[in-house]
C-alpha cells in the first residue's frame, strides 16, 4: 500500500473509485499505519417534481456497451476522448470563459477542458493544431473513460 499513500497511483485510484460507484457505497476508507485514504461516493438525489422515476436494469441482465461511447464515424477529423472517468469542465472557473467553443482555432499544448476526478482537477491539452468543429458534452457532465469529447478538424 506504501505506492498508494506515498505517491498517487491513478490506475489504482481509479479502480477503487469504480468499486465505489458500482457498488453505490456512500464510503471507502484504506487505512495503512498512521495513513488514510477515504473515497466518497455520490448520493442519488430523488427526480424532481413531476419527473417519474426512472426504470433500472434488473442486476442480472448484462449492460450492453453504450453507443455514445464510439466516435460517430460519419465525422471527419480527430476526437478527443476523456482519459479518464470524472466531471467535465469547459472553463478553469464558472466565472472564466470556456478553454474552447467551436469554430476556435487551436495550438498542440493548448488546455481544451479540465475533467475532475477524485477532487483532482486535471487538464486536458490538445495533442495537434486544428479548429474545433463539435463539442458533445456540456459543462458540468458526468464522462467515462475514452468517451468522445470533442472534434477537432
Known amino acids: 500500500m506504501e505506492k498508494l499513500f506515498g ?11 469504480r468499486i465505489v460507484r458500482d457498488n453505490e457505497l456512500g464510503e471507502l476508507t484504506l487505512e495503512d499505519g498512521d495513513k488514510r485514504l477515504t473515497l466518497k ?5 430523488p427526480p424532481p417534481a413531476g419527473m ?8 442480472s441482465a448484462p449492460v ?5 461511447q464510439a466516435a460517430p464515424a460519419a465525422a471527419s477529423g480527430t476526437w478527443v476522448k476523456a482519459p479518464l472517468v470524472g466531471t467535465y469542465y469547459a472553463a478553469p472557473s464558472p466565472e472564466s470563459e470556456p478553454f474552447v467553443t467551436v469554430g476556435k482555432q487551436v495550438r ?10 477524485m477532487k483532482l482537477m486535471n487538464e486536458v491539452l490538445c495533442e495537434q493544431e486544428g479548429t474545433v ?8 457532465d458526468a464522462v467515462e473513460f475514452d468517451q468522445p469529447i470533442l472534434r477537432i478538424e
Open 64 to 68: 450492453p456497451q453504450e453507443p455514445a
Open 133 to 140: 468543429a463539435e463539442i458533445l458534452v456540456q459543462n458540468g
Open 41 to 45: 461516493g455520490k448520493k442519488l438525489m
Open 52 to 59: 417519474p422515476p426512472m426504470a433500472c436494469p434488473p442486476v
Open 108 to 117: 498542440k499544448g493548448d488546455v481544451l477542458m479540465i475533467i475532475e476526478s
Open 7 to 17: 505517491q498517487y497511483d491513478p490506475e489504482l485510484l481509479e479502480r477503487l473509485a
